[in-house]
């Protein structure tokens, strides 16, 4: 019995909806689809006279629908580290995770898949990329928190303005 004294179930409904038809996500697994690292002027590129490399990033999110309602989200994160014009290192992962997404409005859809998707994924894509910097002999390179929702109105934008006819603002 619960506390209210009845034996239904405990759980919320909002505006009438049974709680199967509630949106859901639920991350089916998670997994390193592709990771390299290259370290190709080591041991020179080692020496700590050389101080911390500069950093170069780039992210990316790919996102494709599965069978009835999965989806397959892949975050690549790519780094180039160098000393002037040296290369450091070079390192590459494509992390991915398998969606279940359920009773979402179809324009939400993309939203999910390009924002919230790679959100729960970084933090783990993050450890991997330490991991691996860390592992080639150079201190973990941390990568900063992404904004999601910033890079997919940014992607947006471009898409915008690279349909508008030449000649048109």
Do not use: W
Request: hydrophobic residues 40%; contains cysteine.
């Amino acid at each position: 019995m619960t506390e209210n004294g009845s034996d239904a179930p405990a759980a919320a409904t909002t505006a009438g909806q049974a709680p199967d038809d509630q949106p859901s996500l639920a991350i089916i697994t998670q997994y390193i689809k592709d990771l390299s690292f290259e370290n190709p002027n080591a041991p020179q590129s080692l020496n700590p006279e050389n101080g911390q490399p500069e950093v170069e990033l780039g992210v990316n999110v790919q996102a494709r629908a599965g069978d009835s309602d999965m989806f397959d989200v892949e975050l690549r994160i790519s780094a180039k580290a160098t000393h002037g014009t040296e290369v450091a290192f070079i390192t590459e992962l494509v992390y991915g995770g398998l969606f279940q997404m359920r009773n979402f409005p179809p324009d939400a859809m993309e939203m999910m898949c390009m924002i919230e998707c790679p959100r729960l994924l970084f933090p783990f894509a993050r450890r991997v990329v330490a991991d691996a910097t860390r592992d080639g002999g150079f201190s973990p390179l941390l990568l900063d928190p992404i904004d999601f929702k910033t890079l997919f109105q940014n992607h947006k934008a471009q898409e915008m303005a690279s349909q508008q006819p030449m000649g048109t603002a």
